[in-house]
T-cell receptor, first 118, second 116 residues
């Protein structure tokens, strides 16, 4: 079974500073995908960034980058130059084949609440 | 491009009542998902549709929850009868296809259900 662990329930960062949100995962599959989503207080889950298990380069999307360390099974999200609007819950998720169901399932961690301080 | 639409945004009911949620996915997305997100946790998949067929409903409490996706577009999720522990946000998501690990899911704004 797939498992995602986010060990930081809450994080604080000063505006304009960089912050790293931790994510470790557990799977026996060789092919999988790792995602980060942002959930503001409004409730919508916003897709931020994707990393494939076979991708050799770390993914980047604007101010977001994913620090992928396959051997350590970690996929940390780095946000550079934090902004007040970055305050939200951040979820790490993994998409891997769901045994017996013939489908791919997205498994989420419990999330990290990021607060950006002016 | 319009995103995933959900309604209602909020619903308050008493236990043992029934409730229904509606979702309209992004145009052209074949796969539709319903998730339950309890306060303080990440979303948990309830059911996944590919066009109008069910791909995975292994975590759907079938004694009280039902879902359908007629004509492979809109979907409804129903709870009957509701229990206190059903209080949660119900998220709908859609993606182009479920055939690969790169398939990105896009979420709607969710329906916040409170069962009293």
């Amino acid at each position: 079974a797939q498992k995602i662990t986010q060990t930081q329930p809450g994080m604080f960062v000063q505006e304009k500073e960089a912050v790293t949100l931790d994510c470790t995962y557990d799977t026996s599959d060789q092919s999988y995908g790792l995602f980060w989503y942002k959930q503001p207080s409004s409730g919508e889950m916003i897709f931020l960034i994707y990393q494939g298990s076979y991708d050799e380069q770390n993914a980047t999307e604007g101010r977001y980058s994913l620090n992928f360390q396959k051997a350590r099974k970690s996929a940390n999200l780095v946000i550079s130059a934090s902004q007040l609007g970055d305050s939200a819950m951040y979820f790490c998720a993994m998409r891997a084949p769901q045994s017996g169901a013939g489908s791919y399932q997205l498994t989420f961690g419990k999330g990290t609440k990021l607060s950006v301080i002016p | 491009e319009a995103g995933v639409a959900q309604s209602p945004r909020y619903k308050i009911i008493e236990k043992r009542q029934s409730v229904a949620f509606w979702c309209n996915p992004i145009s052209g997305h074949a796969t539709l998902y319903w998730y339950q997100q309890i306060l303080g946790q990440g979303p948990k998949l309830l059911i996944q549709f590919q066009n109008n067929g069910v791909v995975d409903d292994s975590q759907l409490p079938k004694d009280r929850f039902s879902a359908e996706r007629l004509k492979g577009v809109d979907s409804t999720l129903k709870i009957q009868p509701a229990k206190l522990e059903d209080s949660a946000v119900y998220l709908c998501a859609s993606s182009l296809a479920s055939g690969s690990g790169t398939d990105t899911q896009y979420f709607g704004p969710g329906t916040r259900l409170t069962v009293l």
